[in-house]
């Protein structure tokens, strides 16, 4: 069983950034593949995000390219992401998200999730 504890949101001005952590624990960190996934007030939740175990390889919803980062560093057993250029759309509950297939991720599925931290942005 992995923990993920999100860290980061906030209230911004619509053309600002952010970074939001995700910190996991209980489980090696580096055997997970990790992704970022958000739900706005009224809508079901979206895939954002992921990455797999190396870093090597991300993958992104259209909406963010360009924008948004997502990045870890297992020797801190941490998952980033960073979002520049945020829009009033962005604003949601970010969630964390860890899983051992890269591919359920891309596909919007995960085994572990945190418990999610909000973000909103303002015009």
């Known amino acids: 069983q992995v923990q993920l504890v999100e860290s980061g949101g906030g209230l911004v001005q619509a053309g600002g950034s952010l970074r939001l952590s995700c910190a996991a624990s209980?489980?090696?960190?580096?055997?997970?593949?990790m992704g970022w996934f958000r739900q706005a007030p009224g809508k079901e939740r979206e895939f954002v995000a992921a990455i797999n175990w190396s870093g090597r390889t991300t993958y992104y919803v259209d909406s963010v390219k360009g924008r948004f980062t997502i990045s870890r560093d297992n020797a801190k057993n941490t998952v980033y992401l960073q979002m520049n250029s945020l829009k009033p759309e962005d604003t949601a509950v970010y969630y964390c998200?860890?899983?051992?297939?890269?591919?359920?991720?891309?596909?919007?599925?995960?085994?572990?999730w945190g418990k999610g931290t909000q973000v909103t942005i303002f015009s």
């Open positions: 998200a860890a899983d051992e297939a890269y591919s359920d991720l891309t596909s919007g599925i995960a085994y572990h």
């Open positions: 209980g489980h090696p960190f580096s055997s997970y593949a």
